[in-house]
């Protein structure tokens, strides 16, 4: 069974940090193209941040130079580093990864069980 454990979530006042981290096995991530997502109360997911082929990452609109993707590729981890947190950033965090034959097998599109982010005003 394919586990993506996340952890990193909390309770942080406006302006502040956290960061998130996601660890998969070496078989996912090396055939996997990683991005974190988020969900609010009543909202629909929306993608936070993915890697992109020739390892650019993709950013939600919405982040605007606040929340930094990286990963260990050693530690079969990726991380999303969010700075000025807002409360509209609250939400639930999770990490997606997309294994490389999704599109012939789309239960290969694996997810983390969440973490949740609250940012109090």
């Known amino acids: 069974q394919v586990q993506l454990v996340e952890s990193g979530g909390g309770l942080v006042q406006v302006g502040g940090s956290l960061r998130l981290s996601c660890t998969t096995s070496?078989?996912?991530?090396?055939?996997?193209?990683m991005a974190w997502y988020r969900q609010a109360p009543g909202k629909q997911r929306e993608l936070v941040a993915t890697?992109?082929?020739?390892?650019?990452?993709e950013y939600g609109d919405f982040v605007k130079g606040r929340f930094t993707m990286s990963s260990d590729n050693a530690k079969n981890t990726v991380f999303l580093h969010m700075n000025s947190l807002k409360p509209e950033d609250t939400a639930v965090y999770y990490c997606?990864?997309?294994?490389?034959?999704?599109?012939?097998?789309?239960?290969?599109?694996?997810w983390g069980q969440g973490t949740q982010v609250t940012v109090s005003s």
């Open positions: 997606n990864a997309r294994h490389k034959l999704w599109v012939l097998h789309p239960q290969y599109d694996f």
């Open positions: 070496g078989s996912i991530f090396s055939a996997s193209v």
């Open positions: 890697f992109r082929t020739g390892g650019s990452i």
